[in-house]
């Protein structure tokens, strides 16, 4: 019913940047909070940085400072901006939101992911 896309991971050298997007579609009637989350290899899922439909943002501890999340309403968009990227950032990035359907249900929806790796 709904689908995310994430795009824009790649791999960068250590005090580089990158900057991920998620698009969402689908049977949306409202998004709600946005997020992104990560995961390295045998780790768990992480929480980096959300931000709610008014634009309220809050990070991770390790994020804070250097990644800034935004997001872009009119076209279904939230965005991760990474600065000063560090080897212990490679994850896998998932994009994560709140959204009311059509039918007025709310329920989250995940991305598929993108890679990012920073090499040091």
């Known amino acids: 019913q709904v689908q995310l896309v994430e795009s824009g991971g790649g791999l960068v050298q250590a005090g580089g940047s990158l900057r991920l997007s998620c698009v969402a579609s689908g049977s949306i009637f409202r998004l709600n909070a946005m997020g992104w989350y990560r995961q390295a290899p045998g780790k768990q899922r992480d929480f980096v940085a959300r931000?709610?439909?008014?634009?309220?943002?809050n990070y991770g501890d390790s994020v804070k400072g250097r990644f800034t999340i935004s997001r872009d309403n009119a076209k279904n968009t939230v965005y991760l901006e990474m600065n000063t990227l560090k080897p212990e950032d490679t994850a896998v990035y998932y994009c994560n939101a709140d959204v009311t359907l059509t039918t007025r249900a709310t329920t989250g929806y995940w991305g598929r992911g993108t890679q990012v790796t920073v090499s040091s």
């Open positions: 931000i709610s439909d008014g634009g309220v943002a």
